[in-house]
């Protein structure tokens, strides 16, 4: 505050006295300027803060790049004609919605939400707990290698949750897939291929997730502390920090994506070959064969151009709700 704001005072005061008046008149004038420590939740506050704030973080960062993630699937996919008429992204929603409706862009999206929240609930909690114990164990100083190791962790967790929706949503998301519903597609998935088509891309999706998620939470842990050294509520830091870690995870872990792209959706596939695929080594080589070292790009620009504004929604919301929850403890603990 600044001092022509304060009244002047005609009685002689001493200092201690001063400093007490401005204080107080400080404390009372300005509430709005309190800042909330929310880099680490309070431990007063329950688990369940830390999973509501994750499971609305998934949801928003999944549903709303919705149709960007279709076409990604749509050009990964091997074996499947739909993989071949799209001559890039734009074209794809063209073609996509010119001869299947704009409905088909959300198709499957239900799967995403119920999977999404209780995955990114788990994921989000496990990251706070790990990066917590990682930082207490480096002598109390948080740094990216931290955050990009409990993000991996996290990763193992969550996955096991997430996997099941996941395969759902990509038949869903093929050209001609038929099913009627997300329901319609799990029984008959189910009937058809046996438990293990919910799991066959685990592995995989591991080994796709985990640099992923390291690479995305060291990259955004290093640029917020960049752009935003004083570690305060910046909504702006967290959608740059957020989009920039997203695209360089995108885009490196695109190759291990297209082989998980493969062996979740190898059951509609016509091709014999991609239909016998049970590994991520398996699903390598017949794309490399087929396609040559280009098959492993296919998709990287809609899965970038997905990921920016998915990632940096998802640590917006995330960081709000961690803001909106150690405020709301402050204000009850005084």
């Not at 309070?42 to 919705?66: D, F, K």
């Not at 038949?171 to 919910?198: H, P, T, W």
């Not at 997203?246 to 695109?254: C, F, H, K, N, S």
């Not at 190898?266 to 040559?292: F, N, P, Q």
Request: proline share 5%; with cysteine; charged share 15%.
């Amino acid at each position: 505050m600044s001092s022509a704001a304060v009244p002047s005072v005609n009685m002689p005061l001493t200092q201690s006295k001063e400093s007490s008046t401005l204080t107080q008149r400080s404390q009372q004038n300005t509430p709005a300027e309190i800042e909330y420590d929310y880099e680490e939740l309070p431990e007063t506050s329950p688990l369940t803060m830390h999973l509501i704030a994750g499971a609305a973080a998934g949801i928003m960062e999944h549903s709303v790049m919705y149709p960007f993630d279709i076409v990604k699937t749509r050009m990964q996919v091997v074996g499947s004609p739909s993989s071949m008429v799209y001559s890039g992204v734009t074209h794809a929603l063209k073609v996509i919605t010119s001869t299947e409706g704009i409905r088909s862009l959300w198709r499957g999206v239900m799967s995403v939400v119920l999977g999404a929240g209780p995955a990114h609930a788990v994921y989000f909690a496990t990251y706070e707990q790990t990066k917590k114990m990682l930082t207490n164990a480096a002598g109390g100083n948080a740094n990216a290698l931290a955050a990009g190791a409990a993000g991996g962790v996290a990763t193992v967790v969550s996955d096991a949750l997430m996997n099941p929706f996941d395969v759902i949503k990509q038949r869903m998301q093929l050209s001609g897939s038929g099913y009627r519903n997300i329901f319609d597609c799990a029984v008959k998935v189910f009937r058809n291929e046996g438990l293990r088509a919910f799991y066959v891309s685990y592995p995989t999706t591991i080994l796709m997730n985990m640099p992923f998620q390291s690479i995305q939470f060291g990259c955004y842990d290093m640029f917020r502390r960049s752009l935003n050294p004083s570690g305060s509520y910046s909504p702006t830091t967290h959608v740059i920090a957020g989009g920039m870690a997203g695209a360089v995870a995108a885009a490196l872990t695109t190759p291990i994506d297209c082989c998980k792209t493969l062996l979740q959706t190898r059951g509609a596939s016509v091709d014999s070959e991609v239909r016998a695929a049970s590994s991520m080594t398996t699903a390598a080589k017949i794309i490399y064969r087929k396609e040559g070292m280009g098959g492993f790009l296919r998709g990287m620009r809609p899965r970038v151009i997905a990921n920016m504004p998915a990632t940096a929604i998802s640590w917006t919301t995330y960081e709000y709700f961690k803001w909106m929850i150690a405020r709301r403890d402050t204000q009850h603990n005084k």
